[in-house]
């Protein structure tokens, strides 16, 4: 380990979860901790998750020498780290030589990279407009999170080739929504839907909320209904012919935990 790591402790801190999928976030832990050679904590901002963050901070030893790096786990700087995780941090500020932030995950353009290759052996034997792939969001309530996310799935769309059908869609909070863009990809006549989450853990939205519509078809799931009252029974007759597979959260591709360390590095390099 180089001495400007040396001088850095690192700290994740994820939303959580209350599905299984959680161990997506203890493997991203230990690829860290096998990365940077050094025992790296882990804290939550949700009610699901412990320890806490601040719980985390408020309990780390370090050298007077070292600098503190809160990777976020995240998607985006929305809500949650530029209120729950920057307000944690400013209160713990003075406990440390220094403390920053890294970067979340987007708008790093090599996501689009490593989706395109995790989801290469699912497309291999794809035929013409029979598959389609459809990327689930999770949302954040923040200003530039509709532009954020329309932007990504202008580029989902561009990563793969005419034939594939692709689509993209947040379960609440910020547009484009999975409810109003769902039905077009499954009304388009393929026989084949791949469900990607486009969140780092594969939780209740997806465990829920898109199997609740499409395995399910619960009347009382909002996407279903919606789909319904906009496709009718067509809509039941089509998902009666697609095979769905379920893609786990992005936090479970190699590619994606590059880039977060990477996201971290930068933060230890800067002055």
């Known amino acids: 380990m180089s001495h400007n790591l040396e001088n850095h402790q690192i700290v994740l801190v994820a939303f959580g979860t209350s599905t299984a999928s959680s161990g997506i976030y203890q493997n991203l832990k230990q690829q860290f901790e096998e990365r940077f050679k050094h025992s790296i904590p882990m804290g939550f901002t949700a009610r699901v998750g412990n320890p806490k963050l601040k719980t985390v901070l408020e309990g780390l030893l370090v050298h007077k020498e070292e600098t503190v790096i809160v990777t976020p786990l995240f998607m985006i700087t929305g809500k949650v780290v530029s209120d729950d995780i920057e307000t944690v941090v400013k209160e713990c500020e003075p406990r440390f030589k220094g403390i920053r932030i890294a970067e979340p995950l987007l708008p790093d353009e090599q996501i689009y990279e490593v989706l395109q290759k995790e989801l290469s052996s699912d497309l291999t034997n794809a035929g013409n407009n029979d598959t389609g792939v459809f ?3 999770h949302g954040t309530p923040d200003s530039n999170a509709s532009n954020i996310y329309t932007d990504s799935a202008q580029k989902l769309a561009s ?24 039905g077009e990809i499954i ?3 393929i026989t084949t839907l791949i469900v990607q989450p486009f969140m780092i853990v ?15 078809q619960d009347p009382e799931n909002k996407i279903y209904k ?18 769905v597979i379920y893609k ?11 880039l977060f360390a990477d996201h971290t590095v ?3 390099s800067k002055h």
């Open 248 to 258: 786990p959260g992005l936090g479970a591709y190699q590619g994606v935990f590059e």
């Open 159 to 182: 990563c793969f080739p005419p034939s594939v059908k692709v689509g993209f869609g947040n379960v609440e909070m910020s547009a484009p929504y999975a409810r109003e863009t769902l």
């Open 135 to 137: 990327f689930v969001g």
């Open 202 to 216: 594969d939780g209740v939205h997806i465990h829920e909320d898109i199997r609740g519509a499409l395995d399910e």
């Open 187 to 189: 009304m388009s006549g």
């Open 266 to 268: 930068k933060a230890i």
């Open 226 to 243: 919606h789909l319904m009252d906009t496709f009718g029974e067509p809509l039941r007759e089509r998902l009666s012919q697609i095979k």
